[in-house]
């Protein structure tokens, strides 16, 4: 079991969910992803590199062969994998403080789903329907979301100013050099090691 | 498409995995056993598969039971799930995985239902086309950048951290200078490796920005210093 390579935690999810509420759901995901406001919460968390909802519908399950066992399911069934930076009990717990809504919005359908307040029920319940990674690669384990932006916020501003400094004399170069510093300074932090946790 | 998401494409598969019970080892711990091996640096096949930012494979041995009202039931089969999120379109991406990493695809799918083998990339690309699941809702923070500018981006702000405090309380001529050498440095230095655990720069105390694995003296767990 590996779900955390360098500061990047992989999740895995798995709820079953009544057929009949299948189309509802998808329909929430149409109009999140065509409506980009209303991903402005998951977007200001800043903390998940990359996430994705799957509904596999019951008779969907691949099968490659006649002698594979066909699956006969009763649900349907929602996958959910994401990969973020931070503890396990961080990350539930900053999902639960600011995306309540979304969240309920979205497992609301699938059984037994308590609300994402109070925590410790979902908690518990994302804990039952969690299943560990075998297997996990990250290109750039030592980076956070927030690392990854501020970088290529830094490359962008040290591009300008090269290109904008190149035939300055010593002494404007000095007032931009100033400018630049100031400009990049917050996104400066090194990159480092992971947090020890769950 | 959901599958999409800016330039970043996210693919999710499921390959049913072989029964055998008559077997020496069922196939799933076989997968298990050659993941647990496998390294997840810059040594893995994934770093290979050079478009790939981030990349899990797991056995998913059946459907979670939630308690009563609601109903208990169980796969007939185990299922190999593999997500990854990458740089590109899907057919240049299975086709590289067949190119650059055949022998570790080939060492974790020669387990599954109905494998071809990566000899013939076409069919091995048609294979995890028929196990892919349409992603429903695809989010990426970051969805306009490669991998490799993202590395490189990682490296050139260590860089410019460094060269901005080692470069403190000098004049402007000097400063400028030294700018000149870094920006050429910067412009030739080499591709910065994916999966890449070695730190970047770590410049001696006092001569630049410090990363520490250790907590100064005195620092406490939750209240660090500064």
Same mark, same amino acid.
């Given at each position: 079991?590996?779900?955390?390579?360098?500061?990047?935690?992989?999740?895995?999810?798995?709820?079953p969910? *009544?057929?009949?509420?299948?189309? /509802?759901?998808? %329909?929430?995901?149409?109009?999140?992803?065509?409506?980009?406001?209303?991903q402005? !919460?998951? /977007?200001? %968390?800043?903390?998940i590199?990359?996430a +994705?909802?799957v509904?596999?519908k019951r008779?969907k399950?691949? +099968?490659l062969?006649?002698?594979?066992?066909?699956?006969?399911?009763?649900?349907?069934?929602?996958?959910?994998?994401?990969?973020?930076?931070?503890?396990? *009990?961080?990350?539930i717990?900053?999902?639960?403080?600011?995306?309540? &809504?979304?969240l309920?919005?979205?497992?609301?359908?699938?059984?037994?789903?308590?609300?994402? +307040?109070?925590?410790?029920?979902?908690? +518990?319940?994302?804990?039952?329907?969690?299943?560990d990674?075998?297997?996990?690669?990250?290109a750039?384990?030592?980076?956070?979301?927030?690392?990854?932006?501020?970088?290529?916020?830094? &490359?962008?501003? %040290?591009? !300008?100013?090269?290109?904008?400094?190149?035939?300055?004399?010593?002494?404007?170069?000095?007032?931009?050099? %100033?400018k630049?510093?100031t400009?990049?300074?917050? !996104?400066?932090?090194? @990159?480092?090691?992971g947090?020890?946790? @769950? | 498409?959901?599958n999409?998401?800016?330039?970043?494409?996210?693919?999710?598969i499921?390959?049913?995995?072989?029964?055998?019970?008559?077997?020496?080892?069922?196939?799933?711990?076989a997968?298990?056993?050659?993941? =647990?091996?496998?390294?997840?640096?810059?040594?893995?096949?994934?770093?290979?598969?050079?478009?790939?930012h981030?990349?899990?494979?797991?056995?998913?041995?059946d459907?979670?039971?939630?308690?009563?009202?609601?109903r208990?039931?169980?796969?007939?089969?185990?299922?190999?799930?593999?997500?990854?999120?990458f740089?590109?379109?899907?057919?240049?991406?299975?086709?590289?995985?067949a190119?650059?990493?055949?022998?570790?695809?080939? =060492?974790?799918?020669?387990?599954?239902?109905?494998?071809?083998?990566?000899?013939?990339?076409?069919?091995?690309? =048609?294979?995890?086309?028929?196990?892919?699941?349409?992603?429903?809702f695809?989010?990426?923070?970051?969805?306009?950048?490669?991998?490799? $500018?993202?590395l490189?981006?990682?490296k050139? $702000?260590?860089?410019?951290?460094?060269f901005?405090?080692?470069?403190?309380?000098?004049?402007p001529?000097?400063i400028?200078?030294?700018?000149?050498?870094?920006?050429?440095?910067v412009?030739?230095?080499?591709?910065?490796?994916?999966g890449?655990?070695?730190?970047?720069?770590?410049?001696?105390?006092?001569?630049?920005?410090v990363?520490?694995?250790?907590?100064l003296?005195?620092?406490?767990e939750?209240?660090p210093?500064?």
């Amino acid at each position: 079991m590996t779900n955390i390579n360098g500061k990047t935690y992989a999740m895995n999810a798995i709820t079953p969910m *009544n057929a009949f509420y299948t189309p /509802i759901l998808k %329909l929430i995901f149409f109009i999140l992803g065509h409506v980009k406001p209303l991903q402005a !919460d998951l /977007i200001n %968390l800043s903390f998940i590199h990359f996430a +994705r909802w799957v509904v596999v519908k019951r008779h969907k399950f691949p +099968r490659l062969s006649e002698k594979q066992p066909e699956e006969h399911l009763h649900y349907d069934y929602l996958l959910f994998f994401s990969n973020f930076n931070g503890t396990w *009990n961080q990350y539930i717990d900053a999902f639960a403080d600011v995306l309540s &809504n979304g969240l309920n919005l979205i497992w609301r359908w699938s059984a037994k789903f308590p609300g994402s +307040r109070p925590v410790t029920a979902f908690k +518990r319940y994302i804990a039952l329907v969690q299943f560990d990674t075998d297997y996990y690669y990250v290109a750039y384990p030592r980076a956070t979301a927030n690392d990854v932006k501020a970088a290529h916020r830094v &490359n962008a501003a %040290l591009e !300008d100013f090269a290109r904008n400094s190149k035939d300055m004399t010593p002494a404007d170069f000095g007032s931009a050099y %100033l400018k630049f510093v100031t400009q990049v300074q917050a !996104d400066l932090g090194a @990159t480092g090691i992971g947090p020890v946790g @769950t | 498409m959901p599958n999409q998401n800016g330039n970043v494409y996210g693919l999710t598969i499921l390959s049913p995995i072989i029964n055998a019970p008559a077997g020496d080892v069922s196939h799933d711990c076989a997968i298990r056993d050659y993941l =647990a091996s496998l390294p997840r640096d810059h040594h893995s096949p994934f770093a290979k598969i050079s478009s790939t930012h981030l990349a899990r494979l797991v056995v998913m041995d059946d459907v979670v039971f939630v308690g009563t009202p609601a109903r208990e039931e169980h796969l007939k089969s185990k299922y190999l799930v593999f997500e990854t999120n990458f740089d590109g379109d899907l057919d240049a991406y299975l086709a590289s995985m067949a190119r650059d990493a055949p022998d570790e695809v080939h =060492a974790v799918w020669q387990h599954c239902v109905g494998y071809p083998g990566t000899q013939d990339p076409a069919a091995f690309a =048609a294979y995890m086309k028929k196990c892919q699941l349409e992603t429903t809702f695809f989010f990426a923070d970051v969805n306009d950048k490669t991998v490799q $500018q993202t590395l490189r981006a990682l490296k050139v $702000q260590a860089g410019v951290a460094h060269f901005i405090e080692s470069n403190q309380g000098k004049s402007p001529a000097e400063i400028q200078a030294a700018f000149r050498q870094f920006l050429d440095k910067v412009r030739h230095a080499p591709e910065p490796l994916a999966g890449e655990y070695e730190r970047t720069h770590v410049p001696a105390r006092g001569q630049g920005a410090v990363v520490r694995t250790q907590p100064l003296a005195g620092e406490h767990e939750g209240q660090p210093n500064g």
